[in-house]
Protein backbone atom coordinates (compact mmCIF):
# COMPACT_ATOMS: atom_id res chain seq x y z
CA UNK A 1 0.00 0.00 0.00
CA UNK A 2 1.27 3.73 -0.93
CA UNK A 3 2.85 4.35 2.37
CA UNK A 4 2.57 1.69 4.53
CA UNK A 5 5.22 0.57 7.79
CA UNK A 6 6.54 -1.86 5.20
CA UNK A 7 7.32 0.89 2.40
CA UNK A 8 9.03 3.10 4.66
CA UNK A 9 11.07 0.27 5.85
CA UNK A 10 12.53 -0.23 2.02
CA UNK A 11 12.55 3.78 1.81
CA UNK A 12 15.23 3.78 4.60
CA UNK A 13 16.68 1.06 3.54
CA UNK A 14 17.01 2.81 -0.02
CA UNK A 15 18.96 5.86 1.38
CA UNK A 16 20.92 3.74 3.60
CA UNK A 17 22.48 1.94 -0.06
CA UNK A 18 22.66 5.15 -1.93
CA UNK A 19 24.11 6.57 1.38
CA UNK A 20 26.79 3.74 0.88
CA UNK A 21 27.34 4.49 -2.29
CA UNK A 22 25.08 2.46 -4.47
CA UNK A 23 23.15 3.50 -7.39
CA UNK A 24 19.73 3.02 -6.51
CA UNK A 25 16.31 4.02 -8.32
CA UNK A 26 12.69 3.22 -7.62
CA UNK A 27 11.31 -0.15 -9.13
CA UNK A 28 7.56 -1.85 -8.93
CA UNK A 29 6.77 -0.82 -13.07
CA UNK A 30 5.46 -4.02 -15.33
CA UNK A 31 3.31 -6.71 -14.88
CA UNK A 32 5.03 -8.35 -12.15
CA UNK A 33 5.93 -5.72 -10.52
CA UNK A 34 9.63 -5.66 -10.80
CA UNK A 35 10.54 -3.05 -13.28
CA UNK A 36 12.23 0.13 -12.83
CA UNK A 37 9.71 3.32 -12.61
CA UNK A 38 12.07 5.62 -14.31
CA UNK A 39 14.50 5.58 -17.36
CA UNK A 40 17.58 4.75 -15.88
CA UNK A 41 20.41 4.59 -18.50
CA UNK A 42 21.70 8.07 -17.42
CA UNK A 43 22.52 6.76 -13.82
CA UNK A 44 24.99 3.81 -15.06
CA UNK A 45 27.38 6.94 -15.39
CA UNK A 46 26.18 8.98 -11.76
CA UNK A 47 24.33 8.54 -8.93
CA UNK A 48 20.69 9.94 -8.28
CA UNK A 49 21.10 12.91 -5.93
CA UNK A 50 19.10 12.75 -2.88
CA UNK A 51 16.77 15.15 -3.78
CA UNK A 52 16.10 12.76 -6.78
CA UNK A 53 15.50 9.86 -4.25
CA UNK A 54 13.13 12.12 -2.52
CA UNK A 55 11.10 13.22 -5.51
CA UNK A 56 10.98 9.66 -6.56
CA UNK A 57 9.40 8.74 -3.09
CA UNK A 58 6.58 11.89 -3.50
CA UNK A 59 5.68 10.69 -7.23
CA UNK A 60 5.63 6.99 -6.98
CA UNK A 61 5.46 5.76 -3.14
CA UNK A 62 7.52 2.87 -4.89
CA UNK A 63 7.52 -0.65 -2.94
CA UNK A 64 10.34 -1.72 -4.10
CA UNK A 65 13.92 -0.11 -4.39
CA UNK A 66 16.37 -1.76 -7.21
CA UNK A 67 20.37 -1.33 -7.89
CA UNK A 68 22.17 -0.73 -11.23
CA UNK A 69 25.09 -2.68 -11.22
CA UNK A 70 28.72 -1.40 -13.15
CA UNK A 71 32.18 -1.58 -13.06
CA UNK A 72 32.84 -2.05 -8.94
CA UNK A 73 29.49 -4.12 -8.31
CA UNK A 74 27.69 -7.30 -9.36
CA UNK A 75 25.09 -9.49 -8.54
CA UNK A 76 25.58 -13.61 -9.26
CA UNK A 77 21.69 -13.87 -9.18
CA UNK A 78 20.49 -17.56 -8.63
CA UNK A 79 17.24 -18.20 -9.97
CA UNK A 80 15.19 -21.05 -7.17
CA UNK A 81 16.03 -22.70 -4.43
CA UNK A 82 18.21 -25.64 -6.07
CA UNK A 83 20.20 -23.21 -7.66
CA UNK A 84 20.65 -21.12 -4.27
CA UNK A 85 21.58 -24.38 -2.19
CA UNK A 86 24.61 -25.15 -4.76
CA UNK A 87 25.63 -21.49 -4.80
CA UNK A 88 25.68 -21.14 -1.03
CA UNK A 89 27.94 -24.17 -0.31
CA UNK A 90 30.07 -22.08 -3.04
CA UNK A 91 29.89 -18.53 -2.25
CA UNK A 92 28.27 -18.43 1.69
CA UNK A 93 24.97 -17.16 2.50
CA UNK A 94 23.46 -14.71 -0.26
CA UNK A 95 22.92 -10.74 0.73
CA UNK A 96 19.31 -10.94 -0.37
CA UNK A 97 16.63 -14.09 -0.35
CA UNK A 98 14.24 -13.27 -3.84
CA UNK A 99 10.35 -13.55 -4.11
CA UNK A 100 10.94 -17.30 -5.78
CA UNK A 101 13.54 -17.96 -2.96
CA UNK A 102 16.08 -17.80 -5.39
CA UNK A 103 19.03 -15.13 -4.01
CA UNK A 104 21.69 -12.11 -4.73
CA UNK A 105 25.27 -12.43 -3.76
CA UNK A 106 26.81 -9.01 -4.38
CA UNK A 107 30.42 -9.08 -5.44
CA UNK A 108 33.40 -6.63 -5.14
CA UNK A 109 34.09 -6.24 -9.21
CA UNK A 110 36.83 -2.96 -8.73
CA UNK A 111 39.54 -4.12 -11.06
CA UNK A 112 37.65 -6.99 -12.30
CA UNK A 113 34.46 -5.81 -14.40
CA UNK A 114 31.37 -8.16 -15.20
CA UNK A 115 29.56 -7.83 -17.92
CA UNK A 116 25.56 -8.29 -17.52
CA UNK A 117 24.70 -11.88 -19.08
CA UNK A 118 21.55 -13.84 -18.52
CA UNK A 119 21.74 -17.45 -18.30
CA UNK A 120 25.51 -17.89 -17.75
CA UNK A 121 25.14 -21.21 -16.26
CA UNK A 122 21.55 -22.97 -15.90
CA UNK A 123 20.05 -21.28 -13.12
CA UNK A 124 22.77 -18.37 -13.25
CA UNK A 125 22.66 -15.30 -14.31
CA UNK A 126 25.16 -12.17 -13.76
CA UNK A 127 24.30 -8.53 -13.27
CA UNK A 128 27.14 -6.12 -13.92
CA UNK A 129 27.83 -3.33 -16.15
CA UNK A 130 24.57 -1.85 -17.04
CA UNK A 131 22.64 -4.47 -15.29
CA UNK A 132 19.53 -3.76 -13.30
CA UNK A 133 18.65 -5.72 -9.85
CA UNK A 134 16.07 -5.47 -7.28
CA UNK A 135 16.94 -5.09 -3.85
CA UNK A 136 14.24 -4.20 -0.91
CA UNK A 137 10.44 -3.90 -0.95
CA UNK A 138 7.83 -6.30 -2.41
CA UNK A 139 6.86 -6.75 -6.21
CA UNK A 140 3.86 -8.84 -7.01
CA UNK A 141 5.74 -12.23 -6.31
CA UNK A 142 6.81 -11.63 -2.68
CA UNK A 143 9.44 -9.92 -0.54
CA UNK A 144 12.81 -9.06 -0.90
CA UNK A 145 14.36 -10.66 2.28
CA UNK A 146 17.71 -9.05 2.82
CA UNK A 147 20.35 -11.43 4.18
CA UNK A 148 23.01 -8.89 5.07
CA UNK A 149 22.70 -5.16 3.79
CA UNK A 150 25.54 -4.90 0.93
CA UNK A 151 28.13 -2.34 1.86
CA UNK A 152 31.60 -1.99 1.31
CA UNK A 153 32.65 -4.27 4.49
CA UNK A 154 30.07 -7.42 3.08
CA UNK A 155 30.74 -7.31 -0.74
CA UNK A 156 32.21 -10.64 -1.52
CA UNK A 157 35.62 -10.62 -2.87
CA UNK A 158 36.30 -10.91 -6.61
CA UNK A 159 38.93 -13.62 -5.39
CA UNK A 160 36.65 -16.36 -4.33
CA UNK A 161 34.40 -16.52 -7.33
CA UNK A 162 33.82 -19.98 -8.61
CA UNK A 163 35.87 -20.56 -11.57
CA UNK A 164 33.44 -22.08 -13.73
CA UNK A 165 31.62 -19.01 -13.24
CA UNK A 166 34.68 -16.93 -14.18
CA UNK A 167 34.85 -19.16 -17.50
CA UNK A 168 31.56 -18.66 -18.22
CA UNK A 169 31.75 -15.10 -18.16
CA UNK A 170 34.76 -14.65 -19.74
CA UNK A 171 33.28 -16.49 -23.02
CA UNK A 172 32.64 -14.39 -26.02
CA UNK A 173 29.38 -15.89 -26.86
CA UNK A 174 26.80 -13.90 -27.41
CA UNK A 175 23.78 -13.25 -24.55
CA UNK A 176 21.77 -14.59 -27.52
CA UNK A 177 22.39 -16.17 -30.75
CA UNK A 178 20.00 -15.64 -33.35
CA UNK A 179 21.22 -19.57 -34.85
CA UNK A 180 21.31 -17.89 -38.23
CA UNK A 181 23.10 -15.61 -40.50
CA UNK A 182 21.38 -11.92 -40.62
CA UNK A 183 21.72 -10.92 -44.03
CA UNK A 184 21.66 -7.07 -46.07
CA UNK A 185 18.41 -5.50 -45.82
CA UNK A 186 17.47 -7.02 -42.36
CA UNK A 187 20.22 -6.72 -40.04
CA UNK A 188 18.75 -3.34 -38.40
CA UNK A 189 15.71 -4.96 -37.36
CA UNK A 190 17.13 -8.21 -36.36
CA UNK A 191 19.75 -6.15 -33.85
CA UNK A 192 16.58 -3.94 -32.53
CA UNK A 193 14.39 -7.35 -32.33
CA UNK A 194 16.93 -8.94 -30.30
CA UNK A 195 18.16 -5.50 -28.20
CA UNK A 196 14.23 -5.15 -27.25
CA UNK A 197 14.79 -8.95 -25.71
CA UNK A 198 17.90 -8.23 -24.03
CA UNK A 199 16.21 -4.85 -22.56
CA UNK A 200 13.40 -7.13 -21.27
CA UNK A 201 15.69 -8.56 -19.11
CA UNK A 202 17.15 -5.98 -17.39
CA UNK A 203 19.79 -5.31 -19.08
CA UNK A 204 20.74 -1.53 -19.54
CA UNK A 205 22.60 -0.19 -22.85
CA UNK A 206 26.21 -0.91 -21.75
CA UNK A 207 25.15 -4.94 -21.75
CA UNK A 208 23.09 -4.75 -25.01
CA UNK A 209 25.64 -3.18 -26.55
CA UNK A 210 28.64 -6.02 -25.96
CA UNK A 211 25.89 -8.39 -26.95
CA UNK A 212 24.59 -6.92 -30.11
CA UNK A 213 28.27 -6.30 -31.52
CA UNK A 214 29.10 -9.77 -30.88
CA UNK A 215 26.23 -11.07 -32.30
CA UNK A 216 26.95 -8.27 -35.87
CA UNK A 217 30.49 -9.53 -35.74
CA UNK A 218 29.41 -12.95 -35.74
CA UNK A 219 26.32 -13.20 -37.92
CA UNK A 220 25.67 -10.38 -39.72
CA UNK A 221 26.50 -10.34 -43.41
CA UNK A 222 28.09 -8.02 -44.00
CA UNK A 223 28.68 -6.50 -40.52
CA UNK A 224 26.98 -3.19 -39.76
CA UNK A 225 29.63 -0.55 -38.41
CA UNK A 226 30.48 -0.54 -34.74
CA UNK A 227 28.45 3.07 -34.55
CA UNK A 228 25.91 1.72 -36.19
CA UNK A 229 25.28 -0.84 -33.58
CA UNK A 230 25.75 1.10 -30.62
CA UNK A 231 23.37 3.87 -32.10
CA UNK A 232 20.56 1.07 -31.73
CA UNK A 233 21.73 -0.68 -28.36
CA UNK A 234 21.21 3.46 -27.35
CA UNK A 235 18.22 4.12 -28.60
CA UNK A 236 16.29 0.46 -27.52
CA UNK A 237 17.62 1.48 -24.02
CA UNK A 238 16.21 4.20 -23.27
CA UNK A 239 12.57 2.48 -23.53
CA UNK A 240 11.04 1.22 -20.06
CA UNK A 241 11.49 -2.84 -20.00
CA UNK A 242 8.29 -4.06 -20.97
CA UNK A 243 6.89 -1.18 -22.62
CA UNK A 244 4.00 -2.37 -24.71
CA UNK A 245 1.26 0.81 -24.66
CA UNK A 246 -1.76 0.47 -21.97
CA UNK A 247 -0.17 -2.78 -20.83
CA UNK A 248 -1.53 -0.97 -17.28
CA UNK A 249 -4.66 0.15 -17.89
CA UNK A 250 -5.83 -3.67 -19.86
CA UNK A 251 -4.61 -5.59 -16.88
CA UNK A 252 -7.30 -3.92 -15.56
CA UNK A 253 -10.09 -3.69 -18.35
CA UNK A 254 -9.36 -6.56 -19.99
CA UNK A 255 -13.03 -7.51 -20.04
CA UNK A 256 -14.71 -4.74 -22.09
CA UNK A 257 -17.80 -6.54 -21.94
CA UNK A 258 -18.71 -4.28 -18.39
CA UNK A 259 -17.82 -1.20 -19.55
CA UNK A 260 -21.61 -0.21 -20.33
CA UNK A 261 -24.10 1.66 -19.09
CA UNK A 262 -23.85 5.49 -17.40
CA UNK A 263 -21.19 6.21 -14.20
CA UNK A 264 -23.08 6.06 -10.59
CA UNK A 265 -22.62 7.87 -7.64
CA UNK A 266 -23.18 4.83 -5.46
CA UNK A 267 -21.53 2.28 -6.94
CA UNK A 268 -22.94 -0.04 -4.10
CA UNK A 269 -26.32 0.25 -5.77
CA UNK A 270 -25.70 0.70 -9.03
CA UNK A 271 -24.39 -2.97 -9.04
CA UNK A 272 -26.40 -6.27 -9.41
CA UNK A 273 -27.62 -7.59 -5.67
CA UNK A 274 -24.67 -10.77 -5.59
CA UNK A 275 -22.17 -7.39 -6.05
CA UNK A 276 -23.61 -4.59 -4.23
CA UNK A 277 -22.27 -5.56 -0.77
CA UNK A 278 -18.52 -6.44 -2.00
CA UNK A 279 -18.40 -2.69 -4.10
CA UNK A 280 -19.59 -1.22 -1.10
CA UNK A 281 -16.46 -2.36 0.83
CA UNK A 282 -14.36 -1.68 -1.98
CA UNK A 283 -15.39 2.00 -1.80
CA UNK A 284 -15.25 2.28 1.78
CA UNK A 285 -11.74 0.99 1.67
CA UNK A 286 -10.45 3.07 -0.94
CA UNK A 287 -11.75 5.80 0.48
CA UNK A 288 -10.21 5.03 4.44
CA UNK A 289 -7.58 7.46 3.85
CA UNK A 290 -5.66 9.43 0.96
CA UNK A 291 -2.81 8.25 -1.51
CA UNK A 292 -2.28 4.60 -3.43
CA UNK A 293 -3.24 1.36 -2.57
CA UNK A 294 -2.47 -2.15 -3.78
CA UNK A 295 -5.20 -3.92 -5.31
CA UNK A 296 -3.95 -7.19 -3.44
CA UNK A 297 -4.82 -5.51 -0.11
CA UNK A 298 -7.96 -4.09 -1.13
CA UNK A 299 -9.03 -7.50 -2.64
CA UNK A 300 -8.43 -9.20 0.46
CA UNK A 301 -10.41 -6.09 2.85
CA UNK A 302 -13.10 -7.10 1.27
CA UNK A 303 -12.79 -10.76 1.40
CA UNK A 304 -12.24 -11.39 -2.41
CA UNK A 305 -9.12 -12.91 -4.07
CA UNK A 306 -7.45 -10.38 -6.37
CA UNK A 307 -8.63 -12.86 -9.30
CA UNK A 308 -12.29 -13.38 -8.22
CA UNK A 309 -14.34 -12.14 -11.65
CA UNK A 310 -16.36 -10.07 -8.81
CA UNK A 311 -13.19 -8.28 -7.31
CA UNK A 312 -12.42 -7.92 -11.38
CA UNK A 313 -15.80 -6.69 -12.33
CA UNK A 314 -16.13 -4.18 -9.33
CA UNK A 315 -12.27 -2.36 -10.66
CA UNK A 316 -13.17 -1.94 -14.13
CA UNK A 317 -16.65 -0.30 -13.87
CA UNK A 318 -14.92 2.23 -11.04
CA UNK A 319 -12.57 2.59 -14.12
CA UNK A 320 -15.49 2.81 -16.64
CA UNK A 321 -16.94 5.21 -14.30
CA UNK A 322 -13.43 7.28 -13.77
CA UNK A 323 -13.57 6.72 -10.21
CA UNK A 324 -10.53 5.06 -9.53
CA UNK A 325 -7.51 4.54 -11.69
CA UNK A 326 -3.68 2.33 -12.03
CA UNK A 327 -1.56 4.24 -9.99
CA UNK A 328 1.41 5.64 -12.11
CA UNK A 329 3.12 3.26 -13.89
CA UNK A 330 2.56 0.32 -11.30
CA UNK A 331 0.72 -2.70 -12.36
CA UNK A 332 -0.33 -3.46 -8.61
CA UNK A 333 -0.82 0.32 -7.50
CA UNK A 334 -4.46 1.80 -7.87
CA UNK A 335 -5.98 5.16 -6.44
CA UNK A 336 -9.28 6.88 -5.62
CA UNK A 337 -10.09 10.14 -7.84
CA UNK A 338 -10.92 12.24 -5.25
CA UNK A 339 -13.56 14.70 -6.03
CA UNK A 340 -14.29 16.02 -2.70
CA UNK A 341 -13.52 19.51 -2.25
CA UNK A 342 -14.22 22.56 0.20
CA UNK A 343 -14.35 25.72 -0.87
CA UNK A 344 -12.44 28.42 1.19
CA UNK A 345 -14.05 31.43 3.39
CA UNK A 346 -11.22 33.80 3.07
CA UNK A 347 -12.93 36.49 4.96
CA UNK A 348 -13.00 33.78 7.95
CA UNK A 349 -10.08 32.47 7.81
CA UNK A 350 -7.91 33.03 10.86
CA UNK A 351 -4.25 35.29 10.10
CA UNK A 352 -0.97 33.00 10.75
CA UNK A 353 0.39 34.01 13.90
CA UNK A 354 4.03 33.97 14.85
CA UNK A 355 5.47 33.16 18.11
CA UNK A 356 8.04 36.53 18.82
CA UNK A 357 10.87 34.37 19.24
CA UNK A 358 14.27 35.96 19.63
CA UNK A 359 17.26 33.78 17.87
CA UNK A 360 21.66 34.28 18.55
CA UNK A 361 23.04 35.92 15.83
CA UNK A 362 20.15 38.24 15.56
CA UNK A 363 18.15 35.64 13.26
CA UNK A 364 14.85 36.66 13.91
CA UNK A 365 16.00 39.53 11.19
CA UNK A 366 15.65 37.01 8.77
CA UNK A 367 13.16 34.10 10.18
CA UNK A 368 10.22 33.49 12.04
CA UNK A 369 8.41 30.30 13.81
CA UNK A 370 5.29 29.88 13.80
CA UNK A 371 3.18 27.71 16.47
CA UNK A 372 3.90 23.73 15.31
CA UNK A 373 6.89 24.37 13.67
CA UNK A 374 10.37 22.49 13.80
CA UNK A 375 13.67 24.00 13.48
CA UNK A 376 16.69 22.18 13.32
CA UNK A 377 20.60 23.65 14.10
CA UNK A 378 22.88 21.10 12.29
CA UNK A 379 26.62 21.81 13.41
CA UNK A 380 29.89 20.18 12.90
CA UNK A 381 32.29 18.98 15.83
CA UNK A 382 32.72 22.25 18.01
CA UNK A 383 31.07 24.56 16.19
CA UNK A 384 28.99 25.78 19.52
CA UNK A 385 25.48 23.60 18.60
CA UNK A 386 25.26 23.41 22.51
CA UNK A 387 26.01 27.13 23.10
CA UNK A 388 23.20 28.41 20.34
CA UNK A 389 20.43 26.03 22.09
CA UNK A 390 21.24 27.49 25.53
CA UNK A 391 21.69 30.98 24.21
CA UNK A 392 18.09 30.65 22.25
CA UNK A 393 16.46 29.38 25.76
CA UNK A 394 18.00 32.37 27.63
CA UNK A 395 17.01 35.21 25.17
CA UNK A 396 13.41 33.97 25.29
CA UNK A 397 12.94 33.01 29.13
CA UNK A 398 11.45 35.86 30.32
CA UNK A 399 9.63 37.01 27.10
CA UNK A 400 7.46 33.60 26.41
CA UNK A 401 4.09 33.17 28.12
CA UNK A 402 4.91 29.48 26.60
CA UNK A 403 7.62 27.49 29.04
CA UNK A 404 10.91 26.57 28.15
CA UNK A 405 12.30 22.81 28.06
CA UNK A 406 15.48 22.04 27.25
CA UNK A 407 15.89 18.13 26.66
CA UNK A 408 19.90 16.60 26.80
CA UNK A 409 21.01 13.94 27.09
CA UNK A 410 24.90 13.85 26.32
CA UNK A 411 26.04 16.18 29.27
CA UNK A 412 26.30 15.10 33.06
CA UNK A 413 23.71 17.47 35.05
CA UNK A 414 27.40 18.57 36.49
CA UNK A 415 28.10 19.63 32.85
CA UNK A 416 25.27 21.52 32.58
CA UNK A 417 25.77 23.54 35.35
CA UNK A 418 29.17 24.67 33.60
CA UNK A 419 27.55 25.76 30.44
CA UNK A 420 25.01 27.53 32.34
CA UNK A 421 27.09 29.59 34.15
CA UNK A 422 27.84 31.88 31.01
CA UNK A 423 24.03 32.06 30.58
CA UNK A 424 23.10 32.95 33.95
CA UNK A 425 19.34 34.11 33.38
CA UNK A 426 18.77 30.53 32.77
CA UNK A 427 19.50 30.22 36.03
CA UNK A 428 17.45 32.67 36.97
CA UNK A 429 14.61 31.21 35.06
CA UNK A 430 15.19 27.64 36.58
CA UNK A 431 13.79 29.58 39.94
CA UNK A 432 10.91 31.18 38.71
CA UNK A 433 9.78 28.17 36.65
CA UNK A 434 10.38 29.50 33.21
CA UNK A 435 13.04 27.07 32.20
CA UNK A 436 13.21 22.90 32.63
CA UNK A 437 16.81 21.18 31.83
CA UNK A 438 15.29 17.95 31.70
CA UNK A 439 18.13 14.82 31.41
CA UNK A 440 16.63 12.12 28.95
CA UNK A 441 17.69 8.80 28.76
CA UNK A 442 17.33 8.18 25.21
CA UNK A 443 16.57 9.54 21.71
CA UNK A 444 12.82 9.34 21.85
CA UNK A 445 11.82 12.87 22.56
CA UNK A 446 8.34 12.62 21.15
CA UNK A 447 7.47 10.67 23.81
CA UNK A 448 8.41 13.43 26.35
CA UNK A 449 8.22 16.81 24.64
CA UNK A 450 5.47 19.55 25.86
CA UNK A 451 3.06 20.13 23.28
CA UNK A 452 2.41 23.32 24.61
CA UNK A 453 6.07 24.63 25.59
CA UNK A 454 9.12 25.54 23.72
CA UNK A 455 11.24 22.55 23.45
CA UNK A 456 14.98 22.46 23.02
CA UNK A 457 16.45 19.28 22.15
CA UNK A 458 20.38 18.71 22.56
CA UNK A 459 20.38 16.24 20.63
CA UNK A 460 19.13 13.79 18.62
CA UNK A 461 20.89 11.02 17.05
CA UNK A 462 19.99 7.36 15.56
CA UNK A 463 23.54 6.32 15.61
CA UNK A 464 23.53 3.85 12.86
CA UNK A 465 19.74 4.03 11.72
CA UNK A 466 20.38 8.27 10.60
CA UNK A 467 17.56 7.68 7.94
CA UNK A 468 14.83 7.36 11.11
CA UNK A 469 15.33 11.12 11.32
CA UNK A 470 13.10 12.58 9.23
CA UNK A 471 10.52 10.03 10.60
CA UNK A 472 11.27 11.52 14.51
CA UNK A 473 10.85 14.79 12.55
CA UNK A 474 7.55 14.50 11.79
CA UNK A 475 6.37 12.31 14.99
CA UNK A 476 7.88 15.78 17.01
CA UNK A 477 5.69 17.92 14.80
CA UNK A 478 2.54 15.59 15.27
CA UNK A 479 3.27 16.23 19.26
CA UNK A 480 3.17 20.18 18.94
CA UNK A 481 0.35 22.42 19.22
CA UNK A 482 1.15 25.52 20.66
CA UNK A 483 4.57 25.05 21.08
CA UNK A 484 7.67 24.56 18.66
CA UNK A 485 10.62 22.12 18.96
CA UNK A 486 14.32 23.22 17.97
CA UNK A 487 17.02 20.67 18.21
CA UNK A 488 20.51 19.95 17.33
CA UNK A 489 22.17 17.39 14.77
CA UNK A 490 25.73 16.44 13.86
CA UNK A 491 27.02 17.20 10.90
CA UNK A 492 29.79 16.77 8.43
CA UNK A 493 32.81 19.65 8.34
CA UNK A 494 31.48 22.23 5.40
CA UNK A 495 28.25 20.00 4.39
CA UNK A 496 25.12 21.54 4.77
CA UNK A 497 22.75 19.22 5.90
CA UNK A 498 23.18 17.49 8.80
CA UNK A 499 23.14 13.21 9.42
CA UNK A 500 19.70 11.99 7.97
CA UNK A 501 20.69 13.46 4.76
CA UNK A 502 17.68 14.93 2.97
CA UNK A 503 15.18 13.52 5.52
CA UNK A 504 16.33 15.52 8.01
CA UNK A 505 15.45 18.83 6.58
CA UNK A 506 12.17 17.46 4.32
CA UNK A 507 9.89 18.40 7.41
CA UNK A 508 11.81 21.05 9.11
CA UNK A 509 10.39 24.25 8.99
CA UNK A 510 13.87 26.49 9.75
CA UNK A 511 17.42 24.69 8.81
CA UNK A 512 19.99 26.16 10.24
CA UNK A 513 23.88 25.11 9.43
CA UNK A 514 27.06 25.91 11.65
CA UNK A 515 30.44 25.49 10.53
CA UNK A 516 33.36 25.64 12.72
CA UNK A 517 36.30 27.59 10.74
CA UNK A 518 39.05 27.81 13.10
CA UNK A 519 39.75 27.37 16.93
CA UNK A 520 41.38 30.99 18.63
CA UNK A 521 42.91 31.13 21.83
CA UNK A 522 40.07 31.93 23.71
CA UNK A 523 37.56 31.28 20.82
CA UNK A 524 35.66 29.46 18.61
CA UNK A 525 35.30 31.08 15.37
CA UNK A 526 32.49 29.68 13.08
CA UNK A 527 30.04 30.07 10.20
CA UNK A 528 26.32 29.71 10.79
CA UNK A 529 23.95 29.36 7.15
CA UNK A 530 20.33 29.48 6.46
CA UNK A 531 19.55 26.74 4.94
CA UNK A 532 16.08 26.46 4.91
CA UNK A 533 13.37 28.79 5.46
CA UNK A 534 9.39 28.55 5.41
CA UNK A 535 8.82 31.52 6.87
CA UNK A 536 10.58 35.00 6.09
CA UNK A 537 10.86 37.86 8.84
CA UNK A 538 10.66 39.91 5.61
CA UNK A 539 8.07 38.33 3.34
CA UNK A 540 10.29 40.80 0.65
CA UNK A 541 13.44 39.51 1.55
CA UNK A 542 14.28 35.62 1.10
CA UNK A 543 16.90 34.67 3.49
CA UNK A 544 17.61 30.94 2.28
CA UNK A 545 21.44 30.37 2.12
CA UNK A 546 22.52 33.80 3.60
CA UNK A 547 25.62 33.45 5.86
CA UNK A 548 27.21 35.28 8.88
CA UNK A 549 30.32 34.97 10.98
CA UNK A 550 30.70 34.67 13.97
CA UNK A 551 33.41 33.81 17.81
CA UNK A 552 32.19 32.24 20.63
CA UNK A 553 32.94 34.24 24.11
CA UNK A 554 35.49 31.76 25.15
CA UNK A 555 35.32 28.11 24.50
CA UNK A 556 31.77 27.43 25.50
CA UNK A 557 30.15 30.88 25.71
CA UNK A 558 27.42 32.89 23.40
CA UNK A 559 27.86 33.34 19.87
CA UNK A 560 28.92 36.99 18.80
CA UNK A 561 28.25 38.20 15.27
CA UNK A 562 31.25 39.25 13.07
CA UNK A 563 30.04 41.27 10.13
CA UNK A 564 26.03 40.96 8.40
CA UNK A 565 24.10 38.14 7.38
CA UNK A 566 25.11 38.52 3.20
CA UNK A 567 25.19 36.02 0.62
CA UNK A 568 28.43 34.25 -0.12
CA UNK A 569 30.42 36.11 -2.75
CA UNK A 570 28.03 39.66 -2.13
CA UNK A 571 25.22 38.34 -4.34
CA UNK A 572 21.97 40.61 -3.53
CA UNK A 573 18.53 38.41 -3.23
Not at 190 to 195: P, R
Not at 298 to 325: C, H, M, W, Y
Not at 436 to 459: L, S, T
Amino acid sequence: MGCGMADQDALVTAFRLHAAGFTVIPSGGGRDGKEPLVKWAKYEKESPSDAELESWEDQFHPQLWGIITNENVAVIDADGTDTRHELEAELGNPHVITPRKGAHWYINTTGHPFPTKAGVLPGIDVRGKGGFVNICGSSALGEYEIVTLPSSDTLIPWGTIPERILSALNSRKPLIETGEPICEGNRNQKLASVAGSLRNQGLGRTAIEESLLAINNAECQPPLSENEVRKIATSISQYPINKSGNTYINNYMSDNSFKTGQPEDNLGTSFPAKWGEYAGKFDQAMCESPGPKDKRVISETIGLKVTDPTFRKILQRRIADNRVRPYRRSAYLIEWINRDYRETNLEKVSPQTYLALKFPLYMEERVRLAPGNVAVVAGYTSSGKTSFLLEFAELNAFTQSLPIYYWYNEMSEAKLSIRCEDFPLLIDAKRTGEFHPVRQGNFEFADVIKPNGINVIDYLDRNENLFLIGEDVEQLQAKLDRGIVIFALQKRHNQSIGYGGIMSIKRADLYVSLDRRHEGTNALYGIAEIVKSKEWADDNHNPVNEVRHYHTGGKHGKLYADGEWHRPGGEKQ
